[in-house]
């Protein structure tokens, strides 16, 4: 059985910091990529960062780039998402979700929202509230 189970979402005060973890199982790690999503109250989910367990790459929306870390532990199975100078409007449940067999994460374009129709397997989300 596929599964994506994120974790780590709690309430933060703003310039707080967090980090969500997604472990994965089920299904041939390596040869995804792991996205994170993310879908604030009233609107619609976006992207927000690519790690490529098949080249490596890493890609970030504009608006996290900087506060923001992906990166995966291979024998664990897991993603993460470090969340530094969190803002009030990082509020949001975020998801993670896996994309089999993908190109590099500048040419999955994390931004776009068709990129959430093209993934694999998705996660049922973790909050994360951060309080002005």
């Known amino acids: 059985e596929v599964r994506l189970v994120e974790s780590g979402g709690q309430l933060v005060q703003t310039g707080g910091s967090l980090r969500l973890s997604c472990a994965a199982s089920g299904f041939i790690f390596d040869s995804y990529a792991i996205l994170w999503f993310r879908q604030a109250p009233g609107k619609e989910r976006e992207g927000v960062s690519c790690?490529?367990?098949?080249?490596?790459?890493?890609d970030y929306v504009d608006s996290v780039r900087g506060r923001f870390t992906i990166s995966s532990d291979n024998a664990q199975n897991m993603v993460y998402l470090q969340m530094n100078s969190l803002k009030p409007e990082d509020t949001a449940v975020y998801y993670c979700?896996?994309?089999?067999?993908?190109?590099?994460?500048?040419?999955?374009?994390?931004?776009?929202?068709?990129?959430?129709?093209?993934?694999?397997?998705w996660g049922k989300g973790t909050l994360v509230t951060v309080s002005s």
């Open positions: 790690i490529s367990r098949v080249d490596g790459s890493i």
């Open positions: 979700a896996a994309l089999d067999h993908p190109p590099p994460c500048s040419v999955v374009d994390v931004r776009s929202p068709r990129t959430q129709n093209a993934m694999d397997y």
